[in-house]
Nanobody, 119 residues
Framework: QVQLVESGGGLVQAGESLLLSCVVSGSISSLNSMAWYRQAPGMQRELLTTCTSTGITYSADSVKGRFTMARDYAQNTAYLQMDNLKPEDTAVYYC?????????????WGQGTQVTVSS
């Protein structure tokens, strides 16, 4: 059973930073791709960034230069460093992992963590 648990969300002011974490338990290896998504109220889910065993493979224009994904394979943890946050970044943020069945990776999802950015 694979489980993903996100943490690190909260309420911040515009221009501030947050670091989201996603701990993965279960059968996982460095070959598994991971991704971060977000969904704002009334909006479609948005893919933010993907990471394979070769590195970052995608970064959405909306967050490029501000958000950075990283993985700690020893700790089975993925991170999303979010800098210069804007009110439009307010959303529930999800991490996902893939086992080759989907692209972008989304075979398993975490429960999400709320990020709220005030102006």
């Amino acid at each position: 059973q694979v489980q993903l648990v996100e943490s690190g969300g909260g309420l911040v002011q515009a221009g501030e930073s947050l670091l989201l974490s996603c701990v993965v338990s279960g059968s996982i290896s460095s070959l598994n791709s991971m991704a971060w998504y977000r969904q704002a109220p009334g909006m479609q889910r948005e893919l933010l960034t993907t990471c394979t065993s070769t590195g970052i493979t995608y970064s959405a224009d909306s967050v490029k230069g501000r958000f950075t994904m990283a993985r700690d394979y020893a700790q089975n943890t993925a991170y999303l460093q979010m800098d210069n946050l804007k009110p439009e970044d307010t959303a529930v943020y999800y991490c996902t992992i893939g086992y080759g069945g989907t692209w972008p990776p989304r075979d398993y999802w975490g429960q999400g963590t709320q990020v709220t950015v005030s102006s």
